[in-house]
């Protein structure tokens, strides 16, 4: 009879929660007070669990009511597991009334101590956002939120554990892929929330509580999610496999289910939210070719500048690793495309390489720091409006690894006349076979001025890097134009150059490069001056080999260019 009579006043509670809700101020809370705190502890049902108030710790945080609420909390599963990662912004009564949302706790604690958040800051959060951000173009500490992801391995797993763990969350390896949908979609106070951050194939989502719902606005966590400020993540009603105990500090494991609104604003005391139309999500598709079939893959990812670019390389690393398990001895070439709208029109970037070495890992973390790169370039960029429309991979998968290491090289003779032929003689080891001599024709242009001048050979992405290096100049992109040109450049580390770089002089103003620009008029305009920077054009001539692995390694040479011989005019 009295488990009836709390699931009745329980239900009440929850259901007037949508209308009105009394709130008790912290300087109304005293010691000894008695009262109870909802959260999902399994599955999308909140349950309670009972909160004796310690003491209130008076302006224990910056700014207006920065008081924590210090409270011990038991029963349920509590008792055993501490407070627990994932209660963040569970809501706490006493006599019918809210007073906040269990915020924080100690690692290693014996006793189920929490701080709680007072409501009046958390409501705070809702008149600090911006609402025309969104263009329709050892210590007590907070609760770690959980951020649940499952068949993420190795270094990835450790690059993506330090990235988050930065920003406070508690990385939990969980279940693969989201859940159904509730069939009460709808969220009440006690609530299991999720920021759902990539759903499909993989589920990352942070997991938290909600405190307070008032019409279509919910507050959450009772602590910023990463203090972004104004911030749009899709949200939705998270369900709780379980909780697993720690002896640091205990979590939920959950999943979030089909996003029904959106983060507004991350602010210090909660995370604003708002029922309604759910941010758009960015579709990526990986599809992956191996000797044994083809596999396909297919993520949403949240469109967010700062998030994006490592879930990306998280889901796409997830993908290899449950296809190809341990990255060793194995050739990958892939093929990149992503949609983009760069102003409001529709443009198309696509891109490939080959990665092979042995072990074939080194390759695998590169391509991945390929690919995060592309996505931070266009998502980071303030040349123009760009949004992501869709992103595909696919990946070719091969078992054995070949490639070549350039050893040496020397030229044919140690000095030539403009307009002349340098035949350059390339060493190489050919893995796994064994070792090869190469020989590349470079023509060298007409009209240079004699002197000492440099030879590169290597692939074609290190032969850029070099001159890059060398000549900053050419690589600095002041336009979209510019920028699309260079990263959609196709460097082929199957071909070998040979690359002779005659200097000229030049300008750059704005978005203008000038090369053969006089020297004198750069002295008479003092343009050097502007900005400090270096006006030297490569005049480059290159000469190609083209091998069907990869090349690694690098060379350079030097030759003389003697003064142009000049016709023997007739008596």
């Not at 709208?341 to 891109?351: A, M, P, R, S, V």
Request: hydrophobic letters at 40%.
């Amino acid at each position: 009879m009295k488990l009836l009579i709390f699931f009745i006043a329980l239900t009440s509670l929850i259901s007037n929660s949508l209308f009105s809700v009394e709130f008790m101020s912290s300087d109304q809370v005293k010691p000894g007070m008695k009262g109870f705190g909802l959260s999902v502890f399994h599955g999308w049902a909140p349950e309670r669990f009972e909160v004796e108030i310690i003491d209130v710790m008076k302006n224990a945080v910056p700014g207006p009511n920065g008081d924590i609420i210090l409270a011990r909390c038991t029963g349920n599963i509590l008792d055993k597991s501490g407070v627990i990662a994932g209660m963040s912004g569970s809501p706490v009564y006493i006599d019918g009334k809210l007073i906040g949302a269990v915020s924080s706790t100690w690692a290693y604690s014996k006793d189920s101590i929490a701080g709680i958040t007072p409501i009046a800051r958390m409501l705070e959060q809702k008149s600090l956002h911006d609402p025309n951000y969104f263009n329709p173009e050892k210590s007590l500490k907070k609760i770690a939120t959980p951020l649940v992801m499952h068949g993420v391995y190795g270094d990835v797993k450790k690059m993506a554990d330090d990235f988050f763990a930065e920003k406070g969350f508690m990385i939990c390896d969980g279940i693969g892929g989201g859940v159904s949908s509730p069939d009460d979609k709808s969220l009440n106070p006690g609530d299991s929330i999720a920021i759902n951050l990539v759903d499909g194939d993989l589920n990352i989502a942070a997991i938290g509580t909600v405190t307070y719902v008032s019409n279509d606005d919910v507050y959450i966590f009772g602590h910023p999610m990463d203090q972004f400020g104004n911030l749009r993540l899709p949200i939705s009603k998270s369900y709780v496999y379980t909780v697993i105990p720690s002896i640091g500090l205990s979590f939920k494991l959950g999943a979030g289910s089909e996003p029904i609104g959106s983060t507004v604003f991350d602010g210090q005391a909660a995370v604003y939210c708002q029922i309604g139309s759910s941010p758009s999500m960015i579709p990526l598709k990986v599809s992956i070719d191996t000797p044994a079939g083809k596999n396909e893959f297919s993520y949403r990812i949240a469109d967010d500048s700062f998030y994006f670019p490592m879930l990306a390389t998280v889901a796409l690393s997830s993908s290899l690793s449950r296809v190809l398990g341990i990255m060793d001895n194995k050739t990958i070439s892939y093929g990149f495309k992503m949609r983009l709208l760069i102003d409001g029109k529709e443009t198309e970037f696509t891109n490939s390489y080959i990665y092979s070495i042995d072990p074939s890992y080194y390759s695998y973390m590169f391509m991945l720091m390929d690919l995060r790169y592309y996505f931070s370039t266009f998502m980071n960029t303030d040349l123009a409006k760009v949004k992501i429309l869709d992103a595909q991979v696919k990946i070719s998968v091969k078992k054995g690894v070949n490639y070549f290491v350039i050893n040496d090289a020397f030229s044919d003779k140690p000095g030539y006349f403009p307009g002349e032929t340098v035949n350059i003689h390339v060493l190489m080891r050919d893995y796994p076979s064994g070792s090869k001599t190469v020989i590349i024709p470079l023509k060298l242009p007409k009209g240079i001025k004699q002197g000492k001048y440099k030879i590169f050979i290597a692939n074609q992405p290190s032969v850029y890097y070099q001159i890059t290096k060398l000549f900053p100049d050419i690589a600095w992109v002041q336009s979209m134009k510019e920028l699309l040109k260079n990263i959609s450049m196709f460097l082929d580390n199957t071909r070998l150059q040979a690359v002779f770089i005659n200097i000229e002089d030049g300008v750059q103003i704005s978005d203008k490069k000038m090369s053969k620009f006089p020297l004198t008029y750069i002295s008479l305009l003092n343009i050097k001056n502007i900005a400090d920077r270096f006006y030297l054009f490569p005049n480059i001539t290159e000469g190609n080999l083209q091998f069907k692995y990869p090349i690694f390694g690098f060379q350079q040479l030097q030759i003389n260019i003697y003064e142009e011989k000049k016709p023997i005019k007739p008596e």
